[in-house]
RNA sequence: UGGGGGAUCGUCUAGCGGUAGGACGCCGGCCUUUGGAGCCGGCUACCUAGGUUCGAUUCCUAGUCCCCCAGCCA
């Protein structure tokens, strides 16, 4: 029997963790952790992540999750990124409730850990560069060799582990290594490097310390530290998992977390490397990790995407442990989705065209209904004055229209949205370059939209913005930054060609309803016919700044378009 | 050529021995007082070869292809 798709979300986690509560393994608890390095702003792909861990957290009585900065690196690490990540996660919809942890908290204790190591033989201090310990380490085909100092006396390792720490040492003249096994056909097991000296000065502990431990060193004692449960990583960790495992369980940690991997998430056509992340803005490609071109939270946000789409999205990719690249086309599905329903209707022209109804009174204002959300009753309605003056799209007009444009052009009949049939009677130019400057036309005041009686048929309506009455306006047009796949980009190549230098269109003259005077920044709204908009939640220009990004789709059609024309 | 993972519509994802489901996408139609909206219909998939079985996407064997690992990054 074929069953159909279970309402909730359900992966192997989830499996794997109602399994463990239901055996009663951490006597039922629940801990499971987000754990981002403070190098780089959080992007889309991290809230696969987040949405993983607190969700998990959330559906499970009593279960947590904490937000832990894994700050074990401090030439790469910044307050402002520290800052940033809480901002993103709350943003997105999550709370750590008092579970805020750092990695470098934990420095002391860690220093203990290696102490008992090396106390138990399990752990060395070498002395060869860097160089030579890539010669010892052998090949994925080799096994590799004992290093010299391997059987170092304990006593000595320990003196010099002590002395590493007291700052005598220059960086890379010692490490503190694993004592595991150079010929293991597992290269993470070949003695693998537990502390560096790095005379740097860490961003909370400042100078305190001048050796910091390594990831595969820090973070299973974080875990075990901190009581998780459910340690989730990505698929890259699955061969790191038996070192976690030893770190664990050769220090008496008191605690053993299950580490688990899933695939990370890929999307087509989106920046997802923090280090070409990095790139773009320090070369300032884009405006900064919040430019609404990036897959970043902040980028999202300021391009109008709620949490609420993008938790949705999360939760339709699912979690597994195949290689995916999830398809833009299905984030922006999500984006539309949820934008329908919240974002009210309003009339901009973004290339205004002025029009002038010859037939109506020079003084006289009109307050049309206009139905705010036709999805969502409950918007209710607005009204929208109607002049003799309007601003009507330029794009909604033809001199010579082609076939199968139905818009207005000379004699021709349209409906104003919400107003009146107008009919085009007369077309001024500039004399000197023939540039159409406005339109005449005359209305028809008998098909006052919502009048009851004879409904005359027109091919098109159109949206427009009553002169007098209008608000300036200015709008961003954010296209896809990139027009190839990255992924097909080796990581040495230059891949900044493939960035689309158009990416970001600006339109000064445009003109909103009276509706829009005094917007709130962040607000979302639909414009008709012109698709989502998004007031720059973080610009104090004086007239509203509406950011939009453009579809994949749209973006093609625009370039196939301009090619047609060549 | 060592080790660790993974293969289901174009793309994500379900399935746990019993007619291969959903979503995005695409195609066609409808709607037309806006649509990047809505409605209706259609499209395409179990990596290969053997085996076990009444029956295999599911179990077994062999192979193929893809991803990750040789940082004193995480």
Redesign the pocket.
């Known amino acids: 029997?074929?069953?159909?798709?279970p309402a909730g979300p359900?992966?192997f986690i989830r499996e794997l963790v109602a399994a463990d509560r239901a055996a009663g393994k951490h006597a039922g608890r629940v801990v499971t952790r987000f754990p981002p390095?403070p190098n780089g702003y959080l992007h889309i792909g991290h809230a696969k992540s987040i949405c993983l861990n607190f969700g998990i957290a959330n559906e499970n009585p009593g279960g947590i999750c904490h937000l832990r900065f894994?700050d074990?690196?401090p030439t790469?690490e910044d307050p402002e990124y520290v800052e940033a990540i809480q901002e993103d996660v709350r943003w997105l919809g999550f709370d750590w409730h008092d579970k805020l942890f750092y990695a470098s908290d934990y420095f002391e204790r860690l220093y203990g850990f290696a102490v008992t190591l090396i106390k138990k033989d399990k752990a060395y201090v070498d002395s060869?560069?860097?160089d030579q310990?890539?010669d010892y380490?052998g090949?994925?085909?080799d096994p590799g060799r004992n290093s010299p100092f391997r059987n170092r006396p304990v006593e000595e390792s320990l003196a010099l582990f002590e002395r590493m720490r007291a700052g005598t040492f220059p960086?890379?003249t010692h490490?503190l290594r694993a004592k595991i096994d150079m010929a293991s056909?597992?290269?993470?097991l070949r003695d693998p490097?537990l502390y560096?000296?790095r005379h740097a000065a860490h961003y909370r502990t400042g100078t305190a310390w001048c050796i910091?431990p390594?990831?595969d060193f820090a973070h299973p004692l974080s875990d075990a530290i901190e009581g998780i449960t459910h340690s989730i990583c990505t698929?890259?960790?699955?061969?790191?998992r038996p070192l976690y495992d030893w770190v664990v369980a050769e220090t008496d940690a008191p605690h053993r977390p299950q580490q688990i991997e899933f695939?990370r998430l890929n999307l087509t056509f989106a920046v997802m490397s923090k280090r070409k992340l990095l790139e773009l803005v320090e070369k300032n490609l884009v405006a900064g990790w919040d430019d609404p071109r990036l897959p970043t939270l902040k980028g999202l946000r300021r391009r109008g995407v709620t949490p609420d789409a993008i938790r949705a999205f999360c939760e339709?990719?699912?979690?597994?442990?195949?290689?995916?690249?999830?398809?833009m086309?299905?984030l922006?599905?999500f984006?539309?989705?949820d934008l329908?329903k919240r974002s009210p209707?309003v009339m901009a022209v973004l290339k205004p065209l002025k029009v002038i109804i010859d037939n109506y009174p020079e003084q006289t204002v009109e307050e049309l209904d206009a139905?705010n959300n036709?999805?969502d009753p409950s918007a209710g309605i607005r009204q929208v004055p109607f002049s003799r003056t309007l601003y009507i799209e330029q794009d909604d007009f033809r001199e010579d229209p082609p076939k199968q444009f139905f818009r207005l052009a000379p004699g021709r009949e349209v409906?104003l949205?919400?107003a009146y049939i107008i009919k085009c009677v007369g077309v001024v130019k500039d004399p000197q370059t023939g540039v159409i400057t406005e339109l005449h036309c005359t209305y028809d005041p008998e098909t006052k939209?919502?009048?009851s009686h004879e409904?005359r048929?027109?091919k098109a309506?159109i949206?427009w913005v009553s002169a007098p009455h209008a608000v300036p306006a200015e709008v961003r047009l954010y296209h896809p930054l990139l027009t190839a796949d990255l992924s097909k980009v080796t990581p040495d190549q230059d891949w900044t060609h493939y960035l689309n230098p158009q990416s970001l269109e600006r339109l000064a003259d445009c003109v909103v309803e009276p509706s829009l005077r005094g917007v709130q920044p962040g607000t979302r709204v639909?414009f008709?016919?012109?698709?989502?908009f998004c007031v720059d939640p973080d610009s104090s220009a004086q007239t509203p700044v509406f950011n939009?990004?453009?579809?994949l789709?749209?973006a093609w059609a625009k370039i196939e378009k301009s090619q047609r024309l060549r």
Not at 1 to 5: D, E, G, K, N
Not at 235 to 240: A, Q, T
């Open positions: 029997m074929t069953t159909p798709t359900s992966d390095e894994d074990t690196n790469t060869l560069s860097a310990m890539r380490r090949t994925l085909t960086d890379g490490v056909p597992n290269i993470n490097v560096r000296i910091y390594a990831y698929l890259e960790f699955e061969d790191h695939a339709h990719i699912g979690v597994a442990k195949r290689d995916a690249v999830v398809e086309q299905l922006e599905h984006i539309r989705e329908n209707r139905v036709p999805e409906r949205r919400y939209s919502g009048a409904q048929k027109v309506t949206h639909q008709e016919r012109q698709g989502y939009r990004t453009v579809s789709k749209d």
